[in-house]
């Protein structure tokens, strides 16, 4: 190997091992436990604007377990991906998982009001609520669950969004049980969400 590959692959070999431990810490903090509930504290009281204009809280999910996804209805790709496996996820549950919800929550507020979220939404299931807001209160959900979202802009002048890509999973007591995995089998998923009812 001659010394400029050499030096050129240092730093690469250095960012994988960089974000092999990130990955690791990040599937340490957030992997459910066996009692339930995870190492640090993600979640708390938010008050958000449904589809319909309608504030919606925490409270209105007590005693059922519920998704939180964040996201943006301009995502390309990662978004829609995420919502369609869940909404396979909730098919699968079929009306055994009727009270069970996704709360897919923006972190573009402002292109995504109400109106834009009811229309986007009901491409996938009718059980994936998408929440809006002003930007104070997008913040301070997404700072809530550790969550991350950054505004960056394009070369055409335009902007779109960096954010995380983990689904939530949240207990029937409302607290964070772990990060929930909608890429495997959805009947397998179902059933996981079947016996946390």
């Known amino acids: 190997m001659s010394p400029r590959v050499r030096r050129l692959a240092l730093p690469v070999v250095a960012l994988a091992i960089g974000l092999a431990a990130l990955a690791t810490a990040v599937w340490i903090s957030f992997a459910p436990r066996p009692g339930g509930g995870s190492a640090i504290s993600v979640g708390g009281p938010f008050a958000l604007l449904g589809p319909d204009g309608r504030t919606v809280t925490?409270?209105?999910?007590?005693?059922?377990?519920?998704?939180?996804?964040?996201?943006?209805?301009?995502?390309?790709?990662?978004?829609?991906?995420?919502?369609?496996?869940?909404?396979?996820?909730?098919?699968?549950?079929?009306d055994k998982g009727r009270g069970v919800r996704a709360l897919f929550v923006t972190v573009d507020p402002e292109r995504d009001t109400p109106d834009v979220m009811k229309t986007y939404g009901q491409s996938f299931d009718s059980r994936i609520l998408g929440l809006t807001g002003d930007?104070?209160?997008?913040?301070?959900?997404?700072?809530?669950?550790?969550?991350?979202?950054r505004r960056v802009p394009t070369k055409d002048g335009d902007y779109t969004?960096?954010?995380?890509?983990?689904?939530?999973?949240?207990?029937?007591?409302?607290?964070?049980?772990?990060?929930?995995?909608?890429?495997?089998?959805?009947?397998?998923?179902?059933?996981?969400?079947?016996?946390?009812?």
């Open 58 to 94: 925490e409270k209105d999910f007590a005693g059922t377990p519920f998704l939180v996804f964040f996201g943006f209805t301009h995502c390309p790709d990662v978004c829609p991906t995420k919502l369609f496996e869940i909404s396979e996820i909730f098919r699968a549950m079929g």
């Open 135 to 149: 930007r104070a209160a997008i913040d301070r959900i997404v700072r809530d669950y550790r969550a991350y979202a």
């Open 161 to 197: 969004m960096e954010h995380t890509a983990l689904v939530y999973l949240m207990g029937k007591d409302g607290r964070f049980v772990g990060a929930f995995n909608v890429e495997r089998p959805p009947a397998e998923a179902a059933q996981d969400l079947l016996r946390r009812l």
